[in-house]
C-alpha cells in the first residue's frame, strides 16, 4: 500500500493528494477550509448529494460547514483529497470520522468525493487514511450508514472488509480497524 502522503493520480493524469486536512503542509485556514468545502459541494450533482447527506439540498449551510470543519485530531478527524495549487485549496473529496459519546472505541464514518473524480481510486485512498488514523487514535470500528443505492461506496466498503446490515431505509457499514 501507497503512504497516504505519496502523490497519487486521476485517470486525466491529474495528480492529487491525500493529507489530515488540519495538516500544517496545507496552509489552509478554517474559513478557507469552509470556502473549499462549498467549491467542491458545488461540484456534485445531485445524485450524489443524496447519497452523501441524504438530502437535495443545493449548499451547506454555516452550521454544517462548521460541524465539518471542527475537528480535533483524534475524536473528529477529517481527511482530504486534494489538487496541488498554490493559489488555493482544490478539494477533490474528503472522508470523516466522528468518535461516538456511548462507544469510545467506536466512529461513524462518511465520505464524499466530486462527481469528476468518482470511480478513480480517490474514495478508497480517504478511507484507508481514515482507518489509519482511527487506528492510531484508539478506534477500534468505523460504523456508517449508506443508502442502498450507492452501490460504489458499499462495494468499497466490502472491498475494504466492512460487513453490512440492513437498518431501516439504510444500509449499515462497519469496519474493523
Given at each position: 500500500m501507497?503512504?497516504?502522503?505519496c502523490?497519487?493520480?486521476?485517470d486525466?493524469?491529474?495528480?492529487?493528494?491525500?493529507?489530515?486536512?488540519?495538516?500544517?503542509?496545507?496552509?489552509?485556514?478554517?474559513?478557507?477550509?469552509?470556502?473549499a468545502?462549498?467549491?467542491?459541494?458545488a461540484?456534485?450533482s445531485?445524485?450524489?448529494?443524496?447519497?452523501?447527506?441524504a438530502?437535495?439540498?443545493?449548499?451547506?449551510?454555516e452550521?454544517?460547514?462548521?460541524?465539518?470543519?471542527?475537528?480535533?485530531?483524534?475524536?473528529?478527524?477529517?481527511?482530504?483529497?486534494?489538487?496541488?495549487?498554490?493559489?488555493?485549496?482544490?478539494g477533490?473529496?474528503?472522508?470523516r470520522?466522528?468518535?461516538?459519546?456511548?462507544?469510545?472505541?467506536?466512529?461513524?464514518?462518511?465520505?464524499?468525493?466530486?462527481?469528476?473524480?468518482?470511480?478513480q481510486?480517490?474514495g478508497?485512498?480517504?478511507?484507508?487514511?481514515?482507518i489509519?488514523?482511527?487506528?492510531?487514535?484508539?478506534?477500534?470500528?468505523?460504523?456508517?450508514?449508506?443508502?442502498?443505492?450507492?452501490?460504489?461506496?458499499?462495494?468499497?466498503?466490502?472491498?475494504?472488509?466492512?460487513?453490512?446490515?440492513?437498518?431501516?431505509d439504510?444500509?449499515?457499514?462497519?469496519?474493523?480497524?
Amino acid at each position: 500500500m501507497a503512504p497516504s502522503n505519496c502523490t497519487r493520480y486521476l485517470d486525466d493524469g491529474t495528480p492529487y493528494r491525500v493529507y489530515d486536512c488540519t495538516e500544517p503542509g496545507l496552509h489552509v485556514n478554517r474559513e478557507q477550509w469552509k470556502q473549499a468545502m462549498l467549491e467542491a459541494f458545488a461540484l456534485l450533482s445531485p445524485q450524489s448529494r443524496w447519497q452523501r447527506f441524504a438530502s437535495g439540498s443545493a449548499s451547506l449551510t454555516e452550521a454544517q460547514l462548521d460541524y465539518l470543519t471542527d475537528v480535533d485530531g483524534s475524536s473528529r478527524v477529517a481527511c482530504c483529497a486534494v489538487i496541488p495549487d498554490r493559489r488555493k485549496v482544490r478539494g477533490i473529496g474528503i472522508a470523516r470520522y466522528v468518535r461516538l459519546d456511548n462507544d469510545p472505541d467506536c466512529a461513524e464514518f462518511a465520505v464524499t468525493v466530486i462527481d469528476r473524480c468518482q470511480g478513480q481510486g480517490v474514495g478508497r485512498a480517504l478511507m484507508r487514511h481514515l482507518i489509519g488514523e482511527a487506528r492510531r487514535n484508539g478506534i477500534k470500528t468505523l460504523v456508517g450508514n449508506v443508502l442502498p443505492s450507492n452501490t460504489r461506496m458499499l462495494a468499497l466498503c466490502r472491498a475494504l472488509g466492512a460487513t453490512t446490515s440492513r437498518d431501516g431505509d439504510f444500509i449499515r457499514v462497519s469496519l474493523m480497524c
